[in-house]
Each structure stands twice: as structure tokens, then as C-alpha cells.
């Protein structure tokens, strides 16, 4: 079977569970786990990554399977990875690393800077996943151009809107090459209950007055999201995520996003949604859920399907925003869907 070439910027704890996710479902008949076994006729043992780029000192160098353990990367380890012969590149800083996080992400400038495009060409990757942390605004789109000048498909699984964007959109079809985004959508993750919750709510006929989606976490993107200003589009991407899926017209207050960190917790990841509101006969209800999970497996559940659809996007020649694919798949899609039309349009 053909493998499916792939790059990635960013090798944090999304790219960890993702290239320990391709081996681990590589050697084995579990599916748990996974929403999708096969896509078009790929498996997701028929992932490969071909390039990645990173700025941290303790990853640039080294091959990938050895850096998606190096620090500050603190997901769980569930899978062994092989030498994979493909070494970290050093990509552009830019706005990638803030002032706030020069602690966290170790930066040496006597690192040579790599030629993005030139890479992405000589390893013959077919498309380009962004795991930037938040407000990696100029960075997002710098690689972002640099995979439309190599001729290959985006995928931005961070809240910038550039995949859900039309000029980008545009840009992207007239290379004749797909994208999809913006900003993951855990499997089971906050969005998605709260979306689904919210929902069933309004659909047995209840009314919601207010409702809060606190967050916690340990790991580096929730450490990086304490800087109030990197965060508005996170905010964004995650309140329009839940309000789309929404009765128009009612008049509800919000508050969702991530809310601190907390590094005992490492990567799991805590959740908190309230509702509040009406039932029948105007008498009040409430409800509280919790979820504690892992973060980011929760999402490379998700990329490896994203990634296969593109490949299929690919084969066929569908160029532009992958629409089904961006509204089931992401928090901030070219447009919003209910999941059930979602997946019928997958
Ligand atoms: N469930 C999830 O985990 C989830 C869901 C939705 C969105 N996301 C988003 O995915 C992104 C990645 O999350 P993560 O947990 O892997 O983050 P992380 O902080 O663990 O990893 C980010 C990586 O980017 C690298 N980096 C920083 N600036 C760079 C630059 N200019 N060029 C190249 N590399 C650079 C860092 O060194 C680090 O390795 C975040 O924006 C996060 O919000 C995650």
C-alpha cells in the first residue's frame, strides 16, 4: 500500500500522539480508539512523516522518535517508535515562541534556519499539518504560504483562521491543493459535549439562559494560553464552535475558553460545562459535567482521519476548503454544520 507523505510544523504533544498513534495502530488489529478504520483504502498505519520543523534546541537535530519525547513535551507515552532516519529541521521563530514562554520553549540562534519549501519538496510530502501554539498568527501563515509555494495541502489544527478564511480558501484552489481547519476538535473532547449537550437541550424543548466551559490543564499549550493576549482567537474559535450549534435569535450568555494552568496535571486535560436555564412549566434546571482526559491523543484521534481525507481530496483532484471535513473535524470551519450533515457530507 501507498504510504500517505506527510509534514509537520510544530512537534509538541499533538505531533507526539500522532506519530506514536501511526505505529501504534501500525502492528496491531485494535481499533479502539479510533472513529474511522479505513478512509479511501488507507489505514492509519499507512501514515508517514517525512519532515517536521521545531525551533526548541532539545528537538531540532534529533530524529523524530526520539524528540516527540523530549521536553517540554509531557503527553503519555503509549507506543514505542522506531529510528525513523528523519531528523528535525529548524524552523522560523517568528511569533511562534512568546516572551512569556522563552522557558518553556528553548530556543538557540546559532541553529541554522532551514529552507521550508525547499524541504517540503525533497521529501515529497503531499501535505502540511500546523501544530503551532496559539498566537502563532505570522507563523501560521508563513508556513502556510511556504505550503502553497511547494505545491502541497494544509492542514491548521490551531486556532488562526486561514483555512476557514475565502481569500485563503482561494489562494489554496487556484494551486489546485486542499486544506482543512482551523483549530482540532478533540474526539471526545470539551467542544464536542458542549455542542452536543447544548443541543439536546434545545431540541427537548428546555430553554438555556446561560452556560460556562471552564478548562485546565498541565501541558504547554495551556501554560502558553495563561498570556491573555495570544488567546482572543482561541476564545473565538471555541465560543462560535458551540454558539453555531445553537438556536439563532436566543438571547444566551457565554463564557468558554481555557481558564488556567496547573502542571501537576501534565497533559490531562480537565473540563468543566454548566447550563443553566428553564424546563417546563418556566421551572429552573441546571446541569455540570466534568471530563478529564487526555489532550492530545484526543486530537490525533482526529488528524489521522483528517489526514486520510485529504489524501482522498488529493487523488481525486478536490481542491480548496475540504468543507465536510473541516466542519467534523474542527472548531472553526469555511462552514458550520451539525455533526450528522458533517459526517454526511464526509
Ligand atoms: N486536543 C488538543 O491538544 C488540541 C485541540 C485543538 C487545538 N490544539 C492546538 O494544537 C496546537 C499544538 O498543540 P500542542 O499541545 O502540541 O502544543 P505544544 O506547545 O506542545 O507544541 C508546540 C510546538 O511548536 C513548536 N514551535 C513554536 N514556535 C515554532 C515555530 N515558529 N516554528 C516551528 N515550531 C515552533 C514548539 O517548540 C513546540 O514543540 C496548539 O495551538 C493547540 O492549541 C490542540
Redesign the pocket.
Known sequence: MQKIKVAI???????SSLVQGIEFYKNTYNKTGLITEVIGDYKVGDIEIVAV????KR?VGKDISEAIFSEP?CTKKFSDVPHKNVIVSK????D??SMSMTDY?LVDDSQETSDVVEILKSSQAEMFVC????G?TK?ARFYAECALEAGVGFIN???EFICSDQEWINKFKEKGLPCAGD??K?QV?ATILHRVITRLIQDRGFKIDNTYQLNIGG???FR?MLDERRLES?RISKTQAVVSNLDEGENISTRIGPSDFVSHLKDNKVCYINVKGTQFGDVPFELDLKLSVE??P??AGCIVDVIRYMKVALEKGISGSLEGVSAYYFKSPAVQMRENIAKEKL
Not at 520543523?53 to 526548541?56: H, I, L, N
Open positions: 510544523v510544530g512537534l509538541g504533544n499533538c505531533a520543523f521545531d525551533v526548541d528537538k513535551n524552523g522560523h521563530v517568528l511562534g515562541v520553549f501544530y503551532l501554539p496559539v502563532s507563523a489544527a490551531i486556532p483549530d482540532i478533540s473532547g501541558n504547554t499549550d502558553n482561541k489532550d492530545s484526543n486530537s
